[in-house]
């Protein structure tokens, strides 16, 4: 089984709460839904890395869907460090989920699974209409390079220097291009908005 890594280490300071409890319609958290998608793909085991100021909130969350935390201590670095974090597994890749998108279609993790069982030490990335969009599959050869990027580099910009093969799956899911920053863009995604 492939392992996945749910990103969960940001502060939520526009959402103004941990994005991670944030629900579905049928009471579901963002968290436990993400975690329930990945299983039932075919994942595991399914880590969240987590930081402060929301760290008890989240790690009771994971516990409550059956998954372990790894704890991101300088969350201010970026999301390459949280990425980092998530790639120490014993694994040739891990895939990487965010916690800020509510709908991880099984589809797309189906799609990755497999782009990843055939070439397990390369990027893979879901693209809707020519946007590349989450979540990705990395190789953990990547882990050194990405804890190591600079406060400013995006993990997209550690990604186009590391020289790894990077795979664009275009696929028919505009959920992958989706995720949930702000009250605003949760009430758009609640109304059936965002992916208008």
Partial sequence: ??????????????????????????????????CAALREAGFGPVQVVVAEPHRAVVEQAARACGATTLLNPA?????????????????????????????LDLFV????????????????????????????V???SLATLLREAGQDESAREVLARAGVVIRE?????????????????LLRWRTGEALR
């Fill in 109 to 136: 993790l189906r799609a990755l699974a497999a782009a990843a069982e055939r070439e397990p030490l390369a990027v893979h990335i879901p693209l809707f209409r020519g946007q590349r969009g989450h979540p990705v």
């Fill in 169 to 185: 799956h275009a696929l028919e899911a505009p959920g992958i291009l989706l995720d949930v920053d702000t009250p605003e863009e």
């Fill in 75 to 103: 969350p201010e670095r970026g999301q390459a460090s949280s990425m980092a974090i998530a790639l120490g597994a014993d694994a040739p890749c891990v895939l990487i989920a965010l916690v800020d998108q509510p709908g």
């Fill in 1 to 34: 089984m492939l392992p996945a890594a749910i990103l969960a280490a940001g502060a939520s300071s526009r959402m103004g709460s941990p994005k991670a409890l944030l629900r579905h319609a049928d009471g579901q958290t963002f968290l436990a839904a993400a």
């Fill in 138 to 140: 990395l190789p953990t």
